[in-house]
């Protein structure tokens, strides 16, 4: 089993800029990769970037290409999401995942492990 939490969430006006972090704990040893998902009211979950546990290979959606950036640190389990020019519409509950297994990063079934959530609120 794998544990998971998110911190670093709040509010910030629109152009600025937060860092998330998903700690992991566990069968950290067993991870192939971590992600972050989003969630907005009335909205989809949706697929905002990932990395692979090893390795250099980072993964993003379109709509954060460019201005968020993950990145990770091994010695301390943890994965961050460097998030700048902040829009409204990343306003969202973000979610950690980590999955043990192969396969597409995007979609939020093949991971096995999710955090509870930190909100995301930009205001315009």
């Known amino acids: 089993q794998v544990q998971l939490a998110e911190s670093g969430g709040g509010l910030v006006q629109a152009g600025g800029s937060l860092r998330l972090s998903c700690a992991a704990s566990?069968?950290?040893?067993?991870?192939?990769?971590v992600g972050w998902f989003r969630q907005a009211p009335g909205k989809e979950r949706e697929f905002v970037a990932a990395i692979r546990w090893t390795g250099s290979n980072t993964y993003y959606a379109d709509s954060v290409q460019g201005r968020f950036t993950i990145s990770r640190d091994n010695a301390k389990n943890t994965v961050y999401l460097q998030m700048n020019s902040l829009k409204p519409e990343d306003t969202a509950v973000y979610y950690c995942?980590?999955?043990?297994?192969?396969?597409?990063?995007?979609?939020?079934?093949?991971?096995?492990?999710w955090g509870q959530g930190t909100q995301v609120t930009v205001s315009s």
């Open positions: 566990g069968r950290t040893f067993s991870l192939i990769t």
């Open positions: 995942a980590a999955t043990s297994g192969w396969g597409t990063v995007f979609s939020g079934v093949r991971y096995d492990y």
